[in-house]
């Protein structure tokens, strides 16, 4: 078990779905947590629901400033920052070349420049040594998927943000790792389920079945953040850890 003990965390995108499960875990290993999301009314309710070791924070990610008074948002209230949970993110379901350029922007804005600026604003407090940065990537940053084009792009954007940076940071102490899920039973699965069926013809759970065996859970994706977040993986940085029950391994 992953022990927290201490540890003063922010986690974007964490007022419902995988930054929810995280923050909440995070709490019960005995970290403070800063929950940020750009809905405000949602973060704070979640924190309330995890008490005294947590606080909320409004925080629109594509906005550099917001990002930085986040991170001094939790350095005030809990005295410093010891972790940083890049986890805010969207997802467009659709055929690669049916994609708005909003739609595209959009995911990139949000995915891949939310995660910089996270990681950016981050660096002011992260202790050197001992800071650590979780960015929460995909399953479909690995690879080509069909009907994710621009997410999967984004995702593999984030893995290569964190090995660039886990290099260029390593000499300081901070370590940065990234996770990549593949299907997982949170709202935005719930939202993209009924499309999938639709232009692929296979009911999504159906699909899920085949390829990984049934859909993993938050609390599962939760465990290997709090693993990464803590002292037990002081020898992981650079690194993209999977959780797919065995779809990328197989051929077919």
Known sequence: MAELEGKRALVTGAAQGLGKAIATLFVERGAKVMISDIDEAGAKLAADELGES???????????????????????????????????????????????EQEFDAIYNINVKGTWFGMRAAMAALPQPGGVIVNMASLAGLGGVPLFG?????????????????????????????????????????????IVTEIVGVPFETLAQMKQGRVGTPEEVAEMVAFLASDESSWCTGGAYVLDGGLQAGML
């Open 54 to 100: 947590a606080r909320a924070v409004r925080c629109d990610v594509t906005q550099e400033a917001e990002h930085q008074a986040a991170v001094q948002a939790t350095v005030d209230a809990f005295g410093g920052l010891d972790i940083l949970v890049n986890n805010a993110g969207i997802e467009v379901v659709k055929p690669l070349f049916d994609h708005t």
């Open 150 to 194: 621009a997410y999967s792009a984004s995702k593999a954007s984030v893995v290569q943000l964190t090995r660039a940076a886990a290099t260029e940071l390593k000499p300081l102490g901070i370590r940065i790792n990234a996770v990549c899920p593949a299907f997982i039973a949170t709202a935005m699965v719930e939202r993209l389920a009924p």
